[in-house]
């Protein structure tokens, strides 16, 4: 059974262009969530979703920034317009529940670098 | 609001006990967890609590929970240079949306 999925695991784009991140969640689960961690910080929660439904954005910027986890395929992180402070890695967790104790999966993070 | 504070650095000898402490402010927390990230590496998760417990033990590794000073440890016996890594103490609070709120990570040096 193969684990959480993210990729790439390394991304590079210029100020101004778009970054797609890629999370496959583990086998028979239908919740992910994605954190983001800036240098020398913990993780800060963006968003978590359910096959189609976004449950809870709370913690995405309000522009630029878009998630989505179709019923078919990968959950995705787009981000638009990016900027330097955009610079972080990007973990994907994925649960086969939300209630009562859920341990999130997480994958390895895509690093994205905006020069 | 929702906050959980860790101290960001401990150093310890090969073979003593390791422990870390965690702060957290939402007294609604049901379960609060230990994370270990290697260097390049996501999270494992290490072991975790439910609210309503004291204590934990698994193996080498012990969690103390003080609800009513909002304060969880772990505790490393026997501590390995394998054990080297940063640890983060998480909380889920009594939201339904299985959030977890993280603490800033704690470096854990283990000199042989």
């Known amino acids: 059974n193969a684990g959480v999925m993210q990729n790439p695991r390394h991304l590079v784009r210029r100020r101004g262009q778009e970054a797609r991140l890629r999370c496959s969640p583990m086998k028979g689960h239908s919740h992910v969530y994605w954190y983001r961690q800036l240098p020398e910080e913990g993780l800060k929660f963006m968003v978590y979703l359910q096959k189609e439904n976004i449950i809870d954005e709370s913690g995405m910027p309000k522009e630029r920034f878009s998630a989505e986890f179709p019923k078919e395929g990968p959950s995705i992180l787009r981000i638009q317009q990016v900027v330097r402070g955009d610079s972080a890695a990007y973990f994907c967790?994925?649960?086969?529940?939300?209630?009562?104790?859920?341990?999130?999966?997480f994958g390895p993070g895509t690093r994205l670098t905006v020069l | 609001g929702e906050d959980v504070e860790q101290s960001l650095f401990l150093s310890v000898r090969e073979g003593d006990s390791s422990v870390i402490n965690c702060t957290y402010t939402d007294s609604s927390s049901t379960y609060l967890y230990w994370y270990k990230q290697e260097p390049g590496a996501g999270l494992q998760l290490l072991t975790y609590?439910?609210?309503?417990?004291d204590m934990k033990q698994d193996q080498r590794l012990t969690v103390l929970l003080n609800k009513k000073d909002k304060h969880l440890s772990l505790r490393i016996a026997d501590t390995q240079t394998g054990d080297s890594a940063i640890y983060f103490c998480a909380e889920r609070t009594s939201s339904n949306t299985g959030k977890l709120i993280f603490g800033q990570g704690t470096t854990l040096q283990v000199k042989p």
């Open positions: 609590i439910f609210s309503n417990m």
């Open positions: 967790a994925s649960s086969s529940r939300s209630s009562s104790y859920n341990e999130q999966f």
